[in-house]
């Protein structure tokens, strides 16, 4: 059992963003496979929008105890409970056997200050042809007190999340995500500075920017966004 306690207080109100959950994970699903561990899957929030089409089994690894009771009911609510298992602790504490096709990390890895190490740490874990996937906040400069408060170390930009690249691991892709959502974002580090969006605030971002994001980033060739995804894989052994 770890003593870890997540210092943030965001996770049930970014569980009611359903549109931008659907629209990142649409562009992650081709990506999962076969055994999926989801590092720092909280409360479950995430899961139910990645699982679908995944047959091998799941592992949500989540360091604070209080959470990983609540991910282990999420977990019941999906069904097939044998398939579905909720650890606590990180990957450094699973068992030395464990071995997984698909390592994700869903807005984690800016919580994590050895980012470099954690995903050597995970690439170990990965079989060949295996894939770790990371979704992250993006630009630095965007960095507010709610990132602060909610414990982020950094956000990402292309050339700082490639210089934490697993060693022997390919770099498949890496685009950014949610275009418009940089507009909103940058208004709350130049003029509100909150430390937590309101209900509201969330309910307008997710109800009526990411539905205008989706068509203007493939426009834009996802150059633009205020996430980043980037994949790796794991070559032939």
Excluded at 133 to 159: C, E, K, M
């Amino acid at each position: 059992m770890s003593d870890f306690r997540y210092v943030g207080s965001e996770l049930d109100l970014f569980a009611e963003a359903t549109n931008w959950k659907t629209y990142w994970s649409r562009q992650l699903n081709s990506f999962l496979s076969g055994d999926v561990l989801e590092v720092g899957a909280g409360i479950g929030s995430n899961t139910s929008f990645l699982c679908n089409g995944v047959t091998g089994r799941w592992v949500g690894l989540e360091p604070d105890p209080d959470l990983a009771v609540q991910l282990g009911e999420s977990f019941k609510n999906l069904g097939r409970e044998d398939r579905f298992q909720n650890v606590c602790g990180t990957v450094l504490t699973l068992g030395e056997d464990e071995r997984f096709d698909t390592i994700v990390y869903i807005d984690v890895l800016e919580h994590i200050e050895d980012d470099a190490a954690e995903l050597k740490a995970a690439a170990a874990r990965l079989r060949p042809r295996g894939r770790i996937i990371v979704l992250s906040p993006a630009h630095q400069w965007l960095f507010t007190p709610f990132d602060s408060s909610i414990g982020h170390f950094r956000r990402y930009n292309r050339s700082t999340l490639k210089k934490v690249s697993p060693p022997d691991l390919v770099l498949e892709r890496m685009f950014y995500l949610d275009a418009c959502g940089t507009m909103a974002s940058a208004a709350n580090r130049l003029f509100l500075k909150q430390s937590m969006p309101t209900r509201s605030q969330i309910g307008v971002w997710d109800k009526w920017i990411v539905p205008v994001s989706k068509v203007v980033d493939p426009v834009l060739g996802y150059s633009v966004g205020k996430s980043i995804i980037g994949i790796w894989r794991k070559p032939e052994a």
